[in-house]
């Protein structure tokens, strides 16, 4: 469970620490290399006034439809940002042509005619998705089921004690398997588990924001702020799932792997982690059932001929890539790939040294 660009349980990477726990995990493998915007607040920039009253107009506007979904009629709201989804695609012409781009990169559809309509079905898709995840702000039902084979892989991986490492992907409405996965822990008396999620742009927007997750009983991690590795390293060491959502190109580190027959990157944080402290690593994905969305989870292992931790660290990353995408061909019309860039290198790396020279206090606990 993490989120990410459409909002959600997402970000890849972080780290653990010296003494009382695993060792050696950097501040790298939680935070962006890229260089400090003048203008981002997450990154230490400051707002001019005109764009602190942008913003405020803004923010004022994402309350007010919230409020406004908050009591929309369930399936009036499915079928609404279905439709906004759909006039998104007929709009925003350089994310459908990027769609349709992606979707021929990844050899799903040889016709151009039938990319088309997949990328309007993902457009489509990624609306109704975004609905479900408003819906998450009420009680009720999240539409997710799981198989019993899952349930059990997660407990499993759980009841090992040394937290779980848990990656998704943009797939379907991935908040709502965030909030499935809540319930299953709770069910279990296992503890909460937490998502690594990167802070809004408006500080002041980051509790409407979150508000669904931490409702459902998520313990939210925004991994710009200070403290973020520790509190990941604290959530591992009290056996807690930790999810994050390493598909899409971000600001983490990405490292080099295979997929879509060719190659490519995704955030290496994740594997590196599970690597460093031991901790399983599971994959859970949702694939649509009529109506509602069933939960997939897989444990990914790392062969025995990986002696070494940075071997270790590459095979999982290597095997988190296929099942990732063995899970978005099951399910293509329901990822984000407007959002995707399968050929992506890693990224920039300007203040990788600094960042790589970092290290944790150990007592989190």
Not at 336 to 350: I, K, N, Q, V
């Amino acid at each position: 469970m993490s989120a990410s660009a459409s909002g959600s349980l997402t970000d890849p990477s972080a780290p653990l620490v010296d003494g009382g726990g695993p060792r050696g995990v950097s501040a790298s493998d939680s935070y962006p290399d890229s260089q400090t915007s003048s203008r981002d607040l997450r990154e230490g920039g400051r707002w001019g006034r005109r764009q602190a009253l942008k913003n405020a107009a803004l923010r004022a506007l994402i309350v007010s439809l919230l409020w406004l979904a908050d009591r929309a009629p369930r399936r009036a709201l499915i079928a609404l940002l279905g439709a906004a989804g759909a006039l998104a695609h007929r709009l925003a012409g350089g994310l459908r042509r990027r769609a349709e781009a992606q979707l021929e990169l990844a050899g799903l559809e040889a016709d151009a005619a039938r990319r088309a309509e997949l990328a309007r079905a993902c457009f489509r898709h990624a609306g109704e998705s975004l609905a479900r995840s408003l819906l998450l702000r009420r009680p009720g039902d999240t539409e997710v089921v799981v198989d019993g084979a899952s349930e059990r892989c997660l407990l499993e991986a759980l009841a090992e004690g040394r937290g779980v490492v848990f990656v998704s992907p943009h797939l379907g409405p991935f908040e709502c398997l965030a909030a499935r996965v809540a319930e299953l822990c709770r069910a279990a008396g296992a503890p909460a588990p937490a998502i690594v999620v990167r802070e809004s742009y408006d500080p002041a927007l980051d509790r409407h924001v979150d508000a669904h997750r931490e409702r459902r009983g998520l313990w939210v991690i925004h991994r710009g702020k200070p403290g973020a590795t520790t509190r990941i390293v604290r959530a591992l060491k009290q056996g807690r799932a930790v999810g994050f959502l390493p598909d899409l190109p971000g600001r983490a580190r990405r490292g080099a792997v295979r997929w879509f027959g060719g190659e490519g990157a995704i955030a290496v944080g994740p594997a590196r982690i599970a690597a460093r402290a031991g901790a399983p690593l599971v994959l859970g994905h949702l694939t649509p059932r009529g109506e509602a969305f069933q939960l997939c989870m897989r444990r990914i292992e790392a062969p025995e001929s990986a002696a070494s931790q940075a071997a270790r660290a590459e095979a999982l990353s290597q095997g988190l890539a296929e099942a990732l995408e063995a899970a978005i061909r099951q399910a293509p019309a329901h990822w984000l790939w407007m959002a995707a860039d399968l050929r992506a290198g890693r990224a920039p790396t300007s203040n990788a040294r600094a960042a790589d020279d970092t290290r944790i206090s150990p007592e989190v606990g």
